[in-house]
């Protein structure tokens, strides 16, 4: 846990803060049970990345992707937010201009409260139709996969990103936006290396933002950080937040 010194530097920080964005990956929601990519628990030990989240494997095997993908749905349905997302919610409502861009498909922020949500990697919560592109909310849980579009019978997939793929330009342009405007940026819980989302702490440096990253290790990110505090976000981003 870091100093108190530490904290109360990040604190002053936010509190004069009149725009921020705040970058989250599946740290933040790690303790409410979702497991990482990249860490020791890793969902990618167990599932290899290039056989389930890409466009090539969903053409070759459908079924196991969407088999992995209601694995997921399930589980993330059975967690609730923790103090981290919380506490984001919380910020949001004391900054002026507040935005908070996730890499995680969970919907875990918009459950705990935050508005201004930019799903950059999509949600598993929707659908993308193969053939028409039609998006929709899709919380079965029992669905008969791999599942197929009630308007045109092309196979439906998860509205995600797959590795190869490029981001949705709109999300993308709103992100881009908010962090050339931010003066303060907060990373939370992210390895850092996925691109286009690892250069972004490294855009908003350069346009003069101050840089706060909450993660149990450092990262890339770490070297161009103001504050560095090492922790879990759950037990430290309530501490940044007045009560
Ligand atoms: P990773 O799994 O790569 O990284 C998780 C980060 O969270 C690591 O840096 C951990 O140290 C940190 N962490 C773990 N538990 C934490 C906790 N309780 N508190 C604070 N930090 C904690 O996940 P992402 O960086 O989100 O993309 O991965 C980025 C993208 O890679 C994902 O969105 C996904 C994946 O491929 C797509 O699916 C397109």
Excluded at 46 to 58: G, I
Excluded at 76 to 103: C, S
Excluded at 191 to 199: D, K, L
Aim: proline fraction near 6%; glycine fraction near 8%.
């Amino acid at each position: 846990m870091p100093e108190e010194q530490l904290l109360e530097e990040a604190r002053q920080l936010i509190a004069r803060s009149q725009a921020m964005v705040a970058l989250t990956g599946a740290g933040i929601s790690a303790e409410s049970g979702v497991p990482t990519f990249r860490g020791k628990e890793g969902l990618w030990k167990n599932y290899s990345p290039e056989e389930l989240a890409t466009p090539q494997a969903f053409a070759r095997n459908p079924l196991l992707v969407w088999e992995w993908y209601q694995w997921r749905r399930g589980l993330i349905a059975k967690v609730k937010v923790n103090a981290g997302h919380l506490a984001l919610a919380q910020l949001e409502r004391m900054v002026p201009d507040f935005t908070l861009v996730t890499q995680n498909v969970d919907g875990l922020h918009g459950l705990a409260g935050s508005k201004q949500v930019l799903e950059i990697h999509g949600s598993i919560w929707k659908t993308l139709c193969a053939g028409c592109g039609e998006t929709r909310e899709n919380r079965e849980l029992e669905l008969e996969l791999p599942p197929r579009c009630s308007r045109c019978d092309s196979l439906l997939r998860p509205a995600v990103v797959w590795f190869g793929e490029s981001l949705d330009q709109e999300i993308m342009a709103l992100a881009t936006a908010a962090i050339s405007r931010c003066d303060l940026m907060i990373v939370v819980g992210t390895s850092g290396v996925v691109q286009p989302v690892a250069s972004f702490p490294f855009i908003a440096r350069d346009k003069g933002a101050a840089i706060i990253e909450v993660n149990l290790e450092r990262t890339p990110v770490s070297s161009i950080s103001n504050l560095v505090l090492l922790g879990k976000a759950a037990q430290l981003l309530p501490r940044l937040v007045p009560p």
